[in-house]
């Protein structure tokens, strides 16, 4: 694959952008921030933040970005046959929408740095493997949003717990997350994934805690404070309650 451009946006004051015979190149855009429009061919698309636009080379593209509305944007623009067979596997979309970006961004930040730097102090391979990283990422939010019948808000929920959940997050944090009450987010949390976001948490963050026993020499006490329990005590409770084995049990058993 071929980068062409890799950059972030951010425009406040308006902008607007018309390409009736499109670009050369493939362009990839991601919405992080505020709102913009885009047509690509014959179809108009209003993005929010998560919202992924895919432009094929000489397609019909618009942009639009009202007076006083923030927007801000990661974008490329990409050539080669790897891409070609990614967004057919996709089924060529020209609008998705992702219930996370955190990872996709900071990949994607990673590889417009380097394509600030000059051109013959860049590693072609590590640009390229950034790139696939990103495309990969997109691609299994993608499907994992069209494989699980659940609605797409609750997945947003999931994956805001599994990013904070070794944080003090609470039942509102994750509830503004995606602008919802307490109660209402709650209901369709257990609705759809027959855990409470308490118990989801509570799993993350005994998951962390199995992964430090194992492949670290932290303290117990440690582990508890680092994956978010507050004290020993209560991830002893959790634990034991879980696995029907204490801390220090299943440490030496495995």
Known sequence: MIIHHCSYSSHKN??????????????????????????????????????????????????????????????????GDWLRSWWKE?????????STTDPIVTLWRLLSTENLRPTHEQTQALNTHL?????????????ARHSIQRPFIVTRMMRYIEEHALESITLE???NEVELSVSRASHLFKDHTDKTMIQYAQHIKLEAAI??????????????????????PYFHRLFTRKYELSPSQYRKVY
């Open 14 to 79: 308006g902008y607007h952008d018309k390409r009736i015979n499109g670009f050369d190149q493939f362009l990839i855009r991601l919405q992080i921030e505020g709102k913009a429009q885009a047509r690509i061919g014959k179809h108009t698309y209003s993005l929010e933040q998560g919202d992924l636009i895919f432009v094929p080379p000489n397609t019909h593209y618009q942009l639009t970005i009202h007076p006083n509305q923030l927007s801000g944007d990661y974008h490329l623009f990409v050539k």
């Open 90 to 98: 996709l089924g060529q979309p020209n609008f998705a929408s992702l």
């Open 131 to 143: 790139l696939k990283s990103i495309l990969l990422m997109i691609k299994e939010e993608i499907n």
């Open 173 to 175: 944090d994750v509830a």
């Open 211 to 232: 992964n430090q026993m194992k492949y670290t020499n932290m303290t117990l006490e440690q582990i508890a404070l680092m994956c978010g329990f507050g004290n020993y």
